[in-house]
């Protein structure tokens, strides 16, 4: 397969505040609706061009691929929250209909997120086993190979929306020091919900776990395609099973108290091909259709 460096052919402009395009002789458009990315979030680069079938994204140790829209194709671009703060390399590999492939290469900037540290989190001591850190690798460990997946199938239309109309507590990324001396780092955002308020669907999808877990207690995992995922924690009751489709807006369980919790809330993560970004940032997003 020939092997085109589209990097020697191409003319980049900045154009329509934060929109860098990237033409190609071949006339191939890669956009990047971004200028940089904060640790713990997700930008969309966009495809086309004549004869284009597909391609693939390269960076921060990940492949992002792209998927069929509107008038060419996007990707999800996620960027960890532990990733530091400097350019990192991009490669876009562009698959064409001839069997040929292009590629460019470029940088991506990662600027801060802007976490803090909350104070000092008390659990009780019927509790306190939640806290060893074999239960929090086995944890990890089931989602990132549940997160990992990517679902070429896309079940949302327009923006994701908040589970629950309530007051938030802890925000994403945050610095959480707890009463045996360990640190964690939150994955998601924290909303006060006295027990049994009913939690909804963020947007639709298909749901691949619901059951309890030590740490994020009695728990729903939506998928919604494109390698984009929705989680909803501590709850009280289900009212879903796996392999279920679920409607954007859907009541999916009751909030409560179970896991390593502190008090009466729903924790909310969303993941995006295996990396957990802040859900607040992301319904923010403009999603490509």
């Known amino acids: 397969m020939k092997r085109l460096l589209v990097a020697l052919a191409l003319i980049a402009l900045l154009a329509f505040g934060a929109l860098m395009h990237i033409r ?14 904060r640790q713990g979030t997700a930008g969309v680069v966009s495809l086309s061009g004549e004869g284009v079938v597909g391609g693939v994204i ?63 989190f008390v659990l009780p001591s019927d509790k306190f086993h939640l806290l060893d850190m074999s239960v929090q690798e086995n944890e990890d460990a089931r989602l990132n190979s549940i997160y990992s997946v990517v679902t070429p199938e896309r079940f949302w239309e327009g923006q994701f ?20 001396g360990s640190t964690r780092r939150h994955t998601g955002y924290d909303f006060r919900m006295a027990v049994g308020t009913p939690v909804k669907a963020s947007a639709s999808g298909r749901v691949v776990y619901a059951r309890p877990l030590d740490i994020h207690g009695t728990n729903v995992i939506i998928d919604h395609g494109w390698g ?15 392999g279920q489709i679920v409607l954007q807006g859907e009541v999916i369980g009751l909030s409560g108290n179970t896991g390593r919790s502190t008090g009466p809330h729903l924790h909310w993560e969303i993941a995006v091909n295996g990396v957990l970004i802040n859900p607040m940032d992301f319904i923010r997003l403009k999603l490509p259709t």
């Open 58 to 120: 390269d960076a921060f140790e990940r492949a992002y691929p792209f998927f069929p829209v509107t008038g060419g194709f996007a990707a999800l671009l996620a960027v960890p929250m532990e990733q530091r703060i400097r350019d990192y390399p991009i490669t876009v590999t562009v698959y064409r209909a001839d069997g040929e492939s292009m590629t460019w290469e470029g940088t991506v900037k990662v600027a801060s997120g802007e976490f803090i540290r909350e104070p000092a």
């Open 24 to 37: 190609a002789q071949s006339a191939v458009v890669i956009t990047l609706t971004f200028e940089f990315l």
């Open 228 to 242: 984009v995922f929705s989680n909803y924690s501590h709850l009280s009751q289900l009212f879903v099973v796996p």
């Open 161 to 180: 929306s908040l589970p629950a109309n309530a007051p938030t507590t802890s925000p994403f990324g945050s610095v959480r020091d707890f009463n045996d």
